[in-house]
């Protein structure tokens, strides 16, 4: 199972960037996906995610409004459309499969996780 998490960059307060993240076919069409991020010295925390058929998005309080996850199971492809990136959104972001057909919010919920892509938001 691979994941390839790219996309993510430098910029600046106000920007957008969109997360891409390129899945194994056999492991994604059928399973719900996430992405989560981590900051220096946190936790992982959940972003964003979406059942198998693009169904149901969930997202977290903090990015609710400003992010959008979507999925093409065509080419096994995750996004994250971040706008309005806040210096707070500075992070480590993960993309991962869920065990299940359904997103979620809780890391415990998924087995398989992406390399990360650093996304790196400046006052």
């Known amino acids: 199972v691979q994941l390839q998490a790219s996309g993510g960059g430098l910029v600046q307060a106000g920007d957008s960037l969109r997360l891409s993240c390129a899945a194994s076919r056999r492991t994604s069409s059928n399973n719900g996906m996430g992405w989560f991020r981590q900051a220096p010295g946190k936790e992982r925390e959940f972003v964003a995610a979406?059942?198998?058929?693009?169904?149901?998005?969930v997202y977290a309080d903090s990015v609710k409004g400003r992010f959008t996850i979507s999925r093409d199971n065509a080419k096994s492809m995750v996004y994250l459309q971040m706008n309005s990136l806040k210096p707070e959104d500075t992070a480590v972001y993960y993309c991962a499969v869920a065990r299940s057909a359904w997103g979620s919010t809780s890391r415990n919920d998924y087995h398989y996780w992406g390399q990360g892509t650093l996304v790196t938001v400046s006052s």
């Open positions: 979406i059942n198998w058929n693009g169904g149901r998005p």
